[in-house]
């Protein structure tokens, strides 16, 4: 985020201080506070029955990053979750055309949970 400030300077050597100021301007870089952001998010995936799908997930916060959890079709998966890590990865071997849908990994810090980051699962039938 960047805060735009004006700043305004009247010369000593003008007689009339109205007409000789000058306009200075300067950006300042603030950083704002927020839930999460994502530097990687999971890849979607093609992969054929019996292969082993991988998605892994990065995320950023301001506060850091406490937990993360991953979730298949909006619920989450059981034993999918960490604390105090920056990257995740889940990893399913074997898929079936059952495990075929939408993964998503979301991180949580002390403002909340962020918007959660996506990836498809697609499976190719033998």
Request: glycine residues 6%; aromatic residues 12%; proline residues 7%.
């Amino acid at each position: 985020m960047f805060l735009f400030l004006r700043l305004i300077y009247h010369s000593p050597f003008c007689s009339k201080p109205m007409s000789c100021k000058c306009w200075l301007y300067t950006f300042l870089s603030v950083d704002r506070p927020v839930a999460q952001s994502y530097a990687d998010q999971p890849k979607s995936l093609t992969l054929d029955e019996g292969a082993t799908a991988q998605f892994t997930c990065r995320t950023i916060g301001n506060p850091p990053t406490q937990t993360h959890k991953w979730q298949f079709s909006g619920k989450d998966i059981p034993g999918e979750s960490c604390s105090a890590c920056v990257i995740t990865t889940f990893v399913k071997t074997s898929v079936t055309l059952s495990d075929a849908g939408w993964y998503s990994c979301t991180g949580t810090n002390s403002l909340g949970e962020g918007p959660p980051a996506r990836a498809q699962l697609l499976i190719k039938c033998k």
